[in-house]
């Protein structure tokens, strides 16, 4: 069981450029998020989708967009990217709507993104 | 506004006991969840306290004192292998979580 996976792992690109990462779930979670975790910050959610065909924005959501057409799959895009998005993104999921619930969070390896 | 306090880094000793903090400030309250993340790697759920009290859980336990708006984690026994970053994380009345930044918990031999 893969459980949750992303892609790529790192990535490095420049500014202006479009980027999207990938992230598939097995698990058949309804709800999923994605997240960025810069150092000496708590993890800050971006956007998330508690089923699919419904998506909402986080604390941080400028810059970001995500779609769900579907319950495995949660691309996030970066439109045209900036050095300040340079960060570990983390997509996760959860069986549980409403941001979580109650239910714990299963996270990704994380995707490592680098803007020039 | 909503925040998370928990130490940067502590220092323990390998067969030892360490507890981390953890103190929050939310609009209501749903739940506190704590964390383990390996350097370079995804965060794993270790525990979820509602009530008051303590759950205990093998060689972690973990503390809720919701009207002090306090938790602990409790790790027992220490192993090497428990060096890593442990995330606090509340929940609040719009089932948000709020993080903490971790901390950084480093075991000497």
């Known amino acids: 069981i893969a459980g949750i996976t992303q892609a790529p792992t790192s990535q490095i690109l420049a500014a202006g450029r479009r980027m999207t990462l990938r992230c598939t779930q097995d698990?058949?979670?309804?709800?999923m998020y994605w997240y960025r975790q810069d150092l000496g910050l708590g993890l800050r959610l971006i956007h998330y989708s508690n089923t699919a065909g419904t998506t909402g924005k986080g604390e941080v959501p400028d810059g970001y967009s995500v779609s769900r057409a579907n319950t495995d799959d949660f691309p996030l895009t970066l439109a045209s990217a900036v050095p300040s998005q340079t960060s570990v993104y983390f997509c996760?999921?959860?069986?549980?709507?409403?941001?979580?619930?109650?239910?714990?969070?299963?996270f990704g390896e994380g995707s490592r993104l680098t803007v020039l | 506004g909503q925040n998370i306090d928990q130490p940067t880094e502590m220092t323990a000793t390998e067969g030892a006991i360490v507890q981390i903090n953890c103190t929050y400030q939310t609009s209501g309250f749903n739940g506190l969840f704590w964390y383990q993340q390996h350097a370079g790697e995804a965060p794993t759920f270790l525990s979820y306290n509602v009530l008051d009290g303590l759950e205990e859980k093998g060689r972690f336990s973990s503390f809720l004192s919701r009207s002090k708006g306090y938790s602990y984690l409790l790790l027992k026994e220490l192993q090497m292998k428990d060096s890593a970053s442990y995330l606090c994380a509340a929940m609040d009345s719009n089932y948000q979580l709020i993080w903490g930044a971790g901390t950084k918990l480093i075991i000497k031999p």
């Open positions: 698990m058949r979670h309804n709800a």
């Open positions: 996760a999921s959860s069986d549980s709507g409403g941001q979580g619930a109650t239910g714990e969070l299963f």
